[in-house]
């Protein structure tokens, strides 16, 4: 079984300027982004048009349907997508191992008690699937998709209470980091979004595994691969297309890879896909 596979349309090798200009990812904070206001619903199936984009378009967070190829498990996924492509991929999904029926609903919730700001699916009968609380602090004043592809949720000084970058599905993206303990977990089939048999994880002791898992119930099984490293906190996926494990002043332990593309070019990612390869994918984005 392959380990890495890197899926564009040309590599170019990076010179030492651009590794320290892109050695961290771009503060999240600094994107402009539109308002998603408390109370705000999406109904699944009410319309191709009922989601929140980023400003630029690029992103959507919404409902998508989706067609097991055996008829099982049809339904909605909540998700963030690239929404410009044609196939509308999606890089991170709230309700992975349950899709909803048609006219389930989310909402940020502005029901004036503790809690409020909160994210909550319900299928129609009200019963809450998914629901994520940023918390008894700042209280959240609203949400946004940003051109990162990072979904938040807002407080009143627009610090992020909740954050979808902070709980990966099977996909980074450009920006997006890997902390200890964090994980990819691969999906089960091409057609079917849940939970799979792979695993990507940078574990406490900073070595970074891909593992089998006792698949249905997500431990660890057998390791196939592992970068052999102690002193990596972070797994980051910078602006430049380079995947890479770095300590915590910033240094750089080990790369995963360092040959990518511009992120002002091509939509990229890189995904713990079904079959258990880590794959870099560089879409033209048509700028």
């Known amino acids: 079984m392959g380990l ?5 349309s040309h590599f170019s090798l990076l010179d030492l300027f651009l590794l320290l200009l892109f050695m961290l990812p771009f503060s999240a904070n600094s994107q402009s982004y539109r308002n998603v206001t408390l109370g705000t619903t999406l109904t699944a199936g009410a319309s191709s048009n009922d989601r929140w984009l ?12 989706i067609n097991n190829s055996r008829g099982e498990g049809d339904g909605y996924l909540l998700c963030v997508v690239f929404d410009k492509m044609p196939e509308r991929t999606a890089v991170w999904s ?9 006219g389930s609903t989310i909402q940020l919730t502005a029901d004036g008690q503790v809690g409020s700001g909160r994210l909550v ?25 940003l051109d990162t592809g990072n979904f938040v949720v807002t407080g009143r000084d627009l610090s992020y209470l909740w954050a979808s970058f902070n709980e990966p599905t099977d996909t980074l993206l ?14 089960y089939s091409r057609s079917n979004f849940s939970e799979g048999r ?31 490293t102690t002193t ?16 915590s002043n910033g240094t750089v332990v080990s790369y995963v ?31």
């Open 198 to 228: 792979f695993k990507l994880a940078l574990q406490p002791d900073g070595n970074l595994v891909q593992y089998t898992t006792t698949y249905p119930q997500m431990g660890n099984n057998f390791p196939y691969w592992a970068s052999s």
């Open 94 to 102: 709230a309700n992975r191992n349950e899709l909803v029926p048609n």
């Open 257 to 287: 890879f360092r040959n990518g593309e511009s992120s002002q070019e091509f939509y990229q990612r890189v995904t713990l896909d079904h079959d258990g390869v880590l794959r870099y994918y560089a879409t033209p984005n048509g700028v």
């Open 54 to 65: 980023s400003p630029s378009g690029d992103f959507a967070f919404g409902f998508q349907r």
């Open 174 to 187: 450009p920006s997006q980091f890997l902390v200890r303990g964090a994980q990819l977990i691969s999906k």
């Open 121 to 145: 699916l319900a299928d129609p009968s009200g019963r809450v699937v998914w629901t994520r609380n940023p918390g008894p602090g700042s209280p959240a004043t609203g949400a946004a998709m």
């Open 4 to 8: 890495f596979c890197i899926m564009a």
């Open 232 to 247: 990596a906190t972070r797994v980051i996926f910078n602006q430049t297309g380079m995947l890479y494990l770095a300590s």
